[in-house]
């Protein structure tokens, strides 16, 4: 199974939970908003680890879908 991965980055707040909870995925541009680094995930404990980032999102900004 394989997802894909992207963040709003119109809904984006900068508040990077996601990076901090899932660096492997997810970091800090020069705008100061998430992006995901890895676009395609095919590790199930990488996507445990976006999904749990995608959770704590306080805007839920991260889409996480099905590849």
């Known amino acids: 199974m394989a ?3 992207k ?3 119109d809904v ?3 508040d990077a939970i996601c990076a901090s909870l899932c660096p492997d995925v997810f ?3 020069d705008e100061g908003k998430a992006v995901a680094i890895v676009e395609v995930i ?3 404990g990488l996507y ?3 999904q749990e980032a995608a959770e704590a999102c306080p805007v ?3 889409i996480i879908e099905e590849a």
């Open 27 to 29: 970091e800090m541009n």
């Open 7 to 9: 963040v709003d980055q």
């Open 12 to 14: 984006c707040i900068g």
């Open 42 to 44: 095919e590790d199930e």
């Open 48 to 50: 445990n680890c976006a």
């Open 3 to 5: 997802w894909k991965v």
């Open 60 to 62: 839920s900004a991260i």
